[in-house]
């Protein structure tokens, strides 16, 4: 059977790399000139499979009306004419009650937990190399208010199989010893050991590579998508500035820009892009070897090779993937604090990407109105964690084959 996948990212790819180990014939097509050169390009770089608090939840509807009047909240909606928008801020503030929060956190949990299990198969087939680190995330916290959260999120997601540590301060500099450097006052964490972390454009071009070197998958970059072609209740071709492409079924990996491709189709999916930041830069002595996620600040910290990763806030402009240097400057003054010895002198690359984000936190994958049209897409900060769970969901779909999870609450389904 002949595939085409729209969108080479980290979904793309882990799907191509398994539908192609199944035998599929598969074609990948991306406008970009490599594989994982957008929203996977510059992320935090953790395999966060035990983070599964939505941003959905009352904790941080709580906090909105006094982030709503702060350029350098964690969560930021900038305000424009956009229905879509709208729609999807009236769908997130809904699902932000405690119901329906703990529904949709083990959702998250139960694909976490299983991405988990299929990612450590991968690195282990694939042999791929990308920076990789297995001694898990520190989530640090500079509130008692915050700390108490974290530890009540944490007694629920030990009902269903995560397994974390709750470690007080001490503890904290005693897994991280950079940590003692900090203006900040930590009062605990949270040591999610069964994390990783890595570098995650590294490895989509590394897996992209074996995908084509083992598996005959073919990667069409440069490629712009026009959009999509129905006939007789399934897709007949994508329409791209390269001429019409066919197969026998198409998988959309398009990340943000998806809805806008299945909208004229009859598929309108609450997907809206929630831009993140990060900054890169080179990494000394004085900087963190462990994963580190500020709980206070929604921040992350991760070391790739011989460079430190800093990620965070999440801002609703659209599809506006400009740098905003007022979302930068809080980036930086937070690991500044944190980690003072770092050389903050140096230039820094700077990065900003268009998260798929759905108002209830997790992702749409699976079937669609159309027979040879299936989805993957929607992870929102957790594309990465998710990546290889996902694409063996789809996969399994693909084949009708019986998934190896309950897929309630991670198809379109919910929405409908």
């Known amino acids: 059977m002949k595939v085409i996948i729209l969108g080479s990212g980290l979904l793309g790819v882990t799907t191509a790399y398994e ?48 982030w709503l009047f702060r350029s350098d909240a964690p969560l930021v909606f900038r305000p424009r004419a956009d229905w879509q928008m709208i729609r999807w801020g009236l769908m997130f503030l809904r699902n932000c009650t405690d119901a329906r929060a703990r529904v949709n956190c083990v959702n998250l949990l139960r694909l976490g937990l299983y991405s988990k299990e299929r990612f450590e198969a991968l690195r282990a087939e694939s042999g791929i190399v990308f920076d990789y680190s297995d001694k898990g995330v520190l989530h640090i916290y500079t509130s008692d208010k915050d700390f108490d959260s974290a530890k009540r999120q944490n007694d629920f997601q030990a009902k269903f199989g995560c397994e974390q ?50 598996h005959g998958v073919k990667f069409q970059y440069g490629v712009g998508i026009k959009g999509l072609t129905k006939a007789n209740g399934a897709i007949a071709a994508v329409q791209t500035d390269k001429g019409d492409l066919s197969a026998d079924a198409y998988v959309m990996a398009m990340g943000s820009y998806s809805p806008l491709y299945l909208r ?5 999916l609450p997907i809206y892009p929630m831009k993140g930041y990060s900054i890169t830069l080179k990494a000394n002595p004085t900087c963190p070897s462990l994963s ?115 897929l309630h609450g991670l198809t379109m389904e919910r929405y409908l």
């Open 292 to 406: 580190i996620t500020d709980g206070s600040h929604k921040i992350v910290y991760s070391r790739l090779g011989d460079c430190l990763r800093v990620a965070g806030t999440a801002e609703f402009a659209g599809h506006n993937a400009a740098i905003n240097e007022k979302r930068i400057t809080p980036i930086v003054k937070a690991a500044r604090e944190l980690f003072p010895g770092a050389d903050w002198n140096q230039d820094i690359s700077k990065w900003a990407c268009l998260r798929p984000s759905t108002p209830d936190g997790p992702p749409v994958m699976g079937m669609t109105p159309y027979r040879n049209l299936f989805l993957n897409t929607g992870h929102g900060t957790l594309g990465w964690t998710q990546a290889a769970g996902s694409a063996t969901l789809v996969a399994d779909i693909m084949e009708r084959k019986p998934p190896a999870i309950m």
């Open 19 to 66: 539908l192609g180990k199944r035998g599929f014939e598969v074609t990948v097509i991306d406008r970009q000139a490599s594989s994982g050169a957008e929203t996977s390009y510059a992320n935090g770089g953790q395999l966060s499979y035990g983070h599964a608090e939505p941003w959905a939840s009352p904790s941080v509807l709580h906090k909105l009306p006094k």
């Open 165 to 214: 540590r709750v470690v007080s301060r001490e503890e904290c500099f005693a897994l991280e010893p950079a940590l003692r450097a900090t203006s900040r006052s930590i009062v605990g964490g949270i040591h999610a050991f069964m994390d990783a972390s890595g570098d995650a454009y590294m490895f989509c071009n590394a897996l992209a590579k074996v995908a084509t070197e083992r």
């Open 264 to 268: 004229p189709l009859g598929i309108d």
